[in-house]
């Protein structure tokens, strides 16, 4: 009877330490997560590609994961008019325009309106000289157009490229 007892009273002084705190302050949810990225890979259309100028037939798949959540998906696509002296990729992702306004690593960074959107272009430090992306924000993060120059043939204007991929995609990308 005394094994009993004294389990049922530890037991008893447990529960009673274990509601004696208080916690004050306004209670709160959980943010939630961010919806996955557009899938540019599979949902952009062959024919809002074909109307940008761009091959669909030449896609080349940067990143996009096989299942469960990510931050991008990247695929790439060459130019119908040969010959093809520069790639167009099309990011989607969860990153916003502030995160790209505040990278440390962008460099050349200039407002700009894309589709009645605003937006900007950048270049990357390391590849400056041979890559321009453009950018605009969506309810998801940003959409994001690059493009790349082969390094053959004359240097376009990757910039102004981009911009103009950026625009024309623009109808098919979701708010």
């Known amino acids: 009877m005394r094994v009993r007892t004294a389990v049922l009273g530890a037991g008893a002084l447990l529960l009673a330490a274990g509601c004696g705190t208080t916690e004050t302050g306004t209670p709160t949810t ?16 062959d024919a ?14 940067v990143t996009n994961a096989p299942s469960g959540p990510t931050s991008w998906i990247v695929c790439a696509w060459e130019p119908t008019q040969p010959p093809a002296t520069y790639r167009v990729e099309v990011y989607s992702t969860s990153h916003t325009m ?14 700009v309106e894309i589709a009645g959107r605003q937006g900007l272009t950048f270049k990357e430090t390391n590849t400056a000289d041979t890559r321009c992306r453009a950018a605009f924000g969506a309810e998801q993060g940003s959409f994001i157009v690059s493009t790349a120059w082969f390094e053959t043939g004359a240097k376009p204007d990757l910039c102004g490229l981009a911009v103009q991929y950026l625009t024309d995609l623009e109808p098919a990308l979701p708010a």
């Open 48 to 61: 809002a590609l074909a109307t940008t100028g761009l091959n669909p037939a030449t896609k080349s798949t």
């Open 30 to 45: 959980a943010a939630a997560p961010p919806p996955d990225p557009f899938n540019v890979c599979e949902d952009l259309p």
């Open 98 to 111: 502030d995160e790209t306004r505040k990278n440390e690593n962008l460099t050349d960074l200039t407002e």
